[in-house]
C-alpha cells in the first residue's frame, strides 16, 4: 500500500503497483501543461498522463463501462482493505490517495502473460469492435478480486454497468461465467486449454505481482498539481471545521463521496472553488449494526441499523441483505431489490446514499428513490458548525448542502413491519442503467384479518414532478379503508389520478403516460397486498417481471477439409483487443505539441447565419485558433461520397452540397459552425462554450415527417429522386374487387448507432507537405479525398492509415468526412498535428443516424389472409437535403418490401421529404430493415382483421417459384432452403406446442400477456464493391503480412482475410499477419459497408495469392517427388529465382447477387399494467451458406439481431419542438439495448449443408441480414399488446410504432382506471 503524502507530495497512490506521486505546486513555478487538477479524473490521468490507453472513455458519465478499473483501498471505519469496480471517467483523480489502482493493462498483456478474464472472454468470442472489451474485463475482475468465487447470477449483476453494441452480450457472459464456483468438467477443461493456448499467468482471478512490473505499467514520473483547494479530512470534526473555513464568501465548496453526480448532472461545470472528499472519514464509512442483529457482518452494536453518510449504495445492498435475515428487519428485502436498480454496479460501488439524496435537492427533476422516505428511516444532518438536526427524507430541511452534511441514516427496526407490505415499484425505459420513468414506494398497513388499512399508509412517488413526493390525499383516503373493496381501489385511483399533475418535459415520458403509471402502480401493489384475496388471473399484475439469467445454443457446421477456412477460430486481435493492446485512433500518443479541436455546434435548427463572435473564447489561455467556413483553403462544401454519382446516374444538381461548417443557413440544430483548436480537449470545449453565434430569421423548425408533409405534401407521391419502385399487376383494379380491405400509417423513428468509439480523427502535417490522418472511417478513400479537397492538397500527399475502429454500423461512413476535414484544416493552417475526438453529446447532435419512415399502406385480400393488392408508400426523412445514402437506401428499401411474398399486383413507391435534421445516412441494413419491418406490419394488420394466426397470413403470401409474377423466393433452391427453415423451426422449436401454452397463458392472466412471432426473410445480397489487398511473404522465415481495402470494425474482417490466405497458401494461421489499412495499398476502394466487405477483401486477397502460387509454381517439386516445404519454395523463389513475392489484386468481377435466407421467431412476456417486457426466448435460424468463419458469423447474427432490437424496442430520439435539438443526447437518455434486454434464452442457428455457389468458399455475408429479423420482436410485442387490448374490450386494431418502448406498449394497451378490478 502506498505511503501516505507526504510534505512535498499532494497525493500518493498506485498503478498496476506502480507508485505515482502528484506534487504540490511551488508557489513560484510556471505553468506546466501535464498539472493535474480537482477536476481531472482517474481516466484522464491513465490515459493522457500514464499512456495507459487500455482504459477507454465514452459517455463519462457512468453508464457506458468502457473506463471501469479495479481499485484496492481501505475502509477508515474497518481498516479492511476492500476492492471494487470504479467508473474511473468519474473518480477526480485527488480522489484517489492511498489507492491502489489496476488497469487492464496491469493484469496481464503480451509479456507477463494474460490473465484468464482476458483470455477466455477473448477465446469465447466475446470480442467484436473489442472497444467495450477491456471495461468488460475490469468489471469481472473486480468482481473476482473481491469475491474470489462467483456464481452466475453474480456475473450477470457485475455487469449491468457495461454496454456492447457488438455482440448481444450472450458470449461475453457466457464466457465470465466459467468462473462459476460450481462450473462442471465440461468447462472447466475449456478453460484450462484457454488459459494454456493464451499462456496465462495466474488462474482464476490473480492479481499483478507486486514486485513484477507489468510491461502496461510505465513508472510514474512525478507530476504537479494545481493550487487549488482539494482536502482530505479525517475526522467529521476535521471536515466541518474545513466546511466552515472555506465557504466564506461567495465561495463554493463541494463535498465530494463518490463524485458519480458528476455523471448525472454536472459532466462539464466549471470547478468549484473548493472540495472536502468525504471518503476517509471513519464516522462517514461506518455501518453499525442493531444489537440483535446477529447477521450482520459490521460492526459496533447499535440499537438500530446506521450508515454513515458515505457509505456506498453497494455496501448499503450487501449490509440490508444480511440485516434482512434479522427479526424487525425484513422489509430491507425490499430494499435491497429497489437499491440493485439504482444506476450499476461500479456507480454504486463509488456512489453513496447520502450522495444520491442529496442530488435530488439539487435537481429536482431527477427521478431518485424514494426508499429511506418510504421506510420511515431517519436521517441526521450536522451543519457548518457542528449543529445537529433529524430529518425523515422527506422534508426539506436540509437542501444546502454547503451548510449541512449528511453523516448518518438510521434504520429502525420494526415488528410493525413485518405486517405491513412494503414495496417498491418503477418503470423503465431499458432493463438496466436507465433511470426510472417513474418510481414509487408504497408501505400499507394492513390487517390481513379484515384487509383494512390500519393507519396512514405512505405512498411516494419520483419521476412526475420536481415537488410531487407523498401522494398526501390518497393516503388520507386509503386511512382506515377496506383494502379488499373495489369501492376502495375506485376512490383511491381517483383520488391519486387527481394529485398526480406529471411536469411536462420533453425529454421525459409523456404526461399521460408517467399519471397512469402512477395509477397502475398503486393498483399493482394493492394487489400484491391483497394477495391470494384476488381471484388468480388478476394476481400476476401484483408480480414484478423478474429476468432470468441470459442462456443461448450456437449451432453451426464446420467441414475440416477446408480449414483453416471454415474453422471456429477466434478473433486474431480478440487478445490484444481484451488486454487493452489494441489501438484505436486516440489511443495513439500525442505528439508534442498536438492541439485538439472542438466544435462550436447551433442551438437553433432553422435560421440564417448572423455574425460569429469568437473573442471571448480566444481569450482563453490555451486557446490557439477559431476557424469557420470561412478560414477554407480548399472547400469547405462537399459531396458525401461523391464517386457514387455517375454509378447510380443521380443528377448532383438535386442535391444541396454538404458543407464542414455552416456559411449563411442553419438547417438542423449542432449543425457545425467552427471549430476552437486549443492545448487540451478540455481548455477548446471551455471556449467554445464562449463563441457567441447570431441567428437571423429563427424559425420553427421542421422535425418530424408528419410536419414536413403539411408543406411538402409532393412527399406523398413517389419520389422524383428516387425513381425506384414495384409495380406488378394492376394494384387499383384489384383493390377494388377484393373482399377485405385495411390501411394505414405506421412509423419508424432514427436510430443513433451508437458505436462506443465516438468519432476520432488525427491529422498530422509531415515532410513534402504531406499529410499524415488517421481517421475512425469506414472508407479511407472518401476521407483522402474529402481532405484533399479541404486543405487543397493533391490526394497522392493524404496519407490515410487505420488499423480498427471501435464499432461503425454505418455511422462511420459519411459522418467521419466532416470531421476529417475540419481536422486537416487546422493542421495545414497552425502546421501542428490535430486531434478531434467528440463527446457523446456533439457526437449525437451533429451527426447523423438511420433514416425515419413513415409507411402508409393500402392492402386488400381474401378470407385466408391472401393479399391481393397492395399500395404501400414509404416517406423517407432525407435530413435538410437529398443525398447519396437516403437515394441507395430508398431504392433498397422499395425492392425490399417484397421480403418472401408473392407481390403480385403491388404499387410499393418511394416519397421523400425534407427536416431539419441531419443528412441521415446508413445503419446496419439501411432500409431493407425497415422495408421487411413494414410489410411484415401489414401481414400483422391482415391477420388481425381477419382474427387468424399472423404466421397463417404469412404462409398464405409466400412466394412459390410458380408464381406469375418474378417473385422474391425465385429459384427452387430458395423455396427448398425455406422449407427446411420451416419445418426444423416449427419441429425444434415447439412453435405450435408453444403457441397453445400462450394461449392458455394468456387466459389465465388478466395483466400478463405472452405472444409468439415468426419473421422471414429474403436478404439479398449485392456483390458490388472494390477492395484491394496486398501481400508480401518474407523469404526469411515465409511468413506472410497483408493489408486490405476493408475496415476492420468488429465484423472479423481480419480474420476471415487471414483465414483464406492461410488455406490458399497452405500454411498454418499464425503465419499471418494483418497489418492496417492505408490509402497507399487500398487508394480508390469502397467504403467498407454492405454485409460484403469481408467476402470481397477475401476476393481480393485470394486472387493476390493466387498470382503468388503462380510465381512459386517453378521452384515447387515436380511432379512424383517428395514436395518441398513451403519455407524452402519461398526462399529458393525470391533468393535465387528473384521472384516478386508481393502481390497486390483488386478482387475479380464477382457473379452479382445471392440471397441469405432466415427465419426467426421471439416470445416476449408483457406487464400489462407498466408496459414492461421481457423476451423469454428467440430461436434464429440463418443461411449462411458455407460459413467463413462460424464464431465471427455466429457473433455478427447475433449482435445485428441485438442491434435491432435497438431500433425496434428501446431505442428513441427526443427532440426540443422549439429549437429541434436532440435532448437524447447523452447514454443517460439514449438506451441501446442491456444484456438484460436481450432474449433470456437465444438459440441461433445457421443452416447446415446450404452451399452459396458464388460465394467465397461457398459462404454468405452475415453483417446485416438478421438485424432485418429483429422486427419480430416488435411483431411479437404488438401481439401481445393486442391481446392485452381484447381483455379490455379494444378490438380493433392500433398502430404501434417503432420503437415500441415500454412506454408505447403500456400507453397502446388502453388499461384505463375503471379495468382496475379486484374481481
Ligand atoms: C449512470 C448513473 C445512473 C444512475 N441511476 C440512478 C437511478 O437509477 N436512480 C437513482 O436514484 N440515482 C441514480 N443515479 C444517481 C446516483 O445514485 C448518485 O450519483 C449517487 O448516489 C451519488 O452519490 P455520490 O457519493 O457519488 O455523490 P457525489 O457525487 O459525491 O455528491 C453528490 C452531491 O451530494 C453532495 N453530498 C455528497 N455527500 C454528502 C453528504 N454526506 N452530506 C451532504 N452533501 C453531500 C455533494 O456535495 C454533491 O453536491 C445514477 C448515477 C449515474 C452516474
Ligand atoms: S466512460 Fe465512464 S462509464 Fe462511460
Ligand atoms: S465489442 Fe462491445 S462494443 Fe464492440
Known sequence: MPASAGDGTALIFSVNNQPQQVLKRSANDGGVTSDVTSTTTLADYLRLHQQLP??????????????????????????????????????????????????????????????????????????????????????????????????PEEVEQAMDGNLCRCTGYRPILDAFKTFDKDADDKTKR??????????????????????????????????TSAKDDWRLPTTLQQALSDLSNMTVGDKSVRLVAGNTSMGVLDKYDAPSDGYISLLKIPELRAIKRPANGSNCRIIHDAPRAVFGAAVTLSELIEELKLLSKTAGYRHCAEMVKHLQLVANTPVRNAGTWAGNLMIKYQAQGVPVRRLPAAHGSQGQAQDRRGKEAGRNFCGKNVRDQHEKQDHRLHEPASNRREKICVQVLQDHPAAISAHAYVNAAFVLPFDPATAKITERPTLLFGGISGTFVHAVATERYLTGRCLAEQATLKGALATLLDEVRPDPDPEMADVAYRRTLASNLLYKVILHTLGDRVPAHLRSGGQDLTRSLVRGTQEFDTDKTLWPVNKAVPKLEAQIQTSGEAEYVDDQPELPGELHGYYVLTKVANAKLGAIDASAAMAVKGVRAFFTAKDFIGSNEYYSLSEFLPAFGIDSTKMTLEEVFARDTVRFCGQPVGLVVADTQAIARTAAALVRVEYLQVAKPVISIKEALKTQPEGRQQSTFVPANVTTGDAEAAMKGAPHRASGEWEMGSQYHFYMETQSVRVVPCEDGQLNVYCAAQGMRDVADRVSDAVNIPTNKINCELRRIGGGYGGKTTNPLPIASAAALAAVKLNKPVRIVLDIETNISMCSGRVPYLISYEVGFDDSGKILALKMHLIGDQGYSNSILSFAELAEAISMTKNVYNADNWLVTPGTVYTNQPLFTACRAPGSTNAIAAIEMVMNRVAHQLDKDPWEVRLANFA???????????????????????????????????????????????????????????????QVSKMMALISVYDKDGTVALSHGGVEMGQGLNTKVAQVVARELGIPLDQISVKPNSSLVNPNGFVTGGSIGSEMCCMAARSACQQLLERLKPFRAAEGEPERPWLQVVQMASLMGGANLTAHSIQPPAPGEYAVLGLTAAEVELDVLTGEYRFNRVDLYEDAGQALSPW????????????????????????????????????WNYYPPTHKDMPRDFRVKLLKNNKNDIGIFNSKATGEPATCMSSVCLMALQQAVAAARRDGGHKDWITFNCPGTVEAAQTACQTSAELLVLS
Open 54 to 151: 487500455g482504459t477507454k472513455t465514452m459517455c463519462r458519465e457512468g453508464m457506458c463501462g468502457a473506463c471501469v478499473v479495479t481499485v484496492t483501498s481501505q475502509n477508515p471505519a474497518t481498516g479492511q482493505m476492500e476492492s471494487r469496480a470504479v467508473n474511473s471517467c468519474m473518480v477526480p483523480i485527488k480522489a484517489c490517495q492511498d489507492w491502489q489502482i489496476e488497469t487492464v493493462e496491469g493484469i496481464g498483456n503480451r509479456r507477463d502473460g494474460y490473465h484468464p478474464v482476458q483470455a477466455r472472454l477473448a477465446h469465447m468470442n466475446g470480442t467484436q469492435c473489442g472497444y467495450c472489451s477491456p471495461g468488460m474485463v475490469m468489471s469481472m475482475y473486480s468482481l473476482l478480486k473481491s469475491n474470489g468465487k462467483v456464481s
Open 190 to 223: 475449456l478453460v484450462a486449454d484457454i488459459e494454456e493456448t493464451a499462456g496465462c499467468h495466474g488462474r482464476s482471478g490473480g492479481s499483478c505481482q507486486p514486485t513484477v512490473a507489468c510491461a502496461g505499467c510505465p513508472r510514474a514520473a512525478a507530476l
Open 960 to 1022: 412459390l417459384p410458380t408464381d406469375a409474377v418474378p417473385t422474391p423466393l425465385g429459384t427452387e433452391q430458395d423455396s427448398k432452403v425455406f422449407k427446411m427453415l420451416i419445418d426444423e423451426m416449427f419441429d425444434k422449436g415447439e412453435i405450435n406446442k408453444r403457441k397453445a401454452e400462450i394461449e392458455v397463458f394468456n387466459q389465465a392472466n388478466r395483466w400478463r400477456k405472452r405472444s409468439l412471432a415468426l419473421v422471414p426473410m429474403r436478404y439479398p445480397v449485392k
Open 1192 to 1227: 465471427v458469423d455466429i457473433g455478427q447474427v447475433e449482435g445485428a439481431f441485438a442491434f435491432g432490437m435497438g431500433l425496434f424496442l428501446t431505442e428513441q430520439h427526443r427532440l426540443d419542438p422549439q429549437t429541434g435539438q436532440r435532448l437524447t443526447n447523452r447514454a
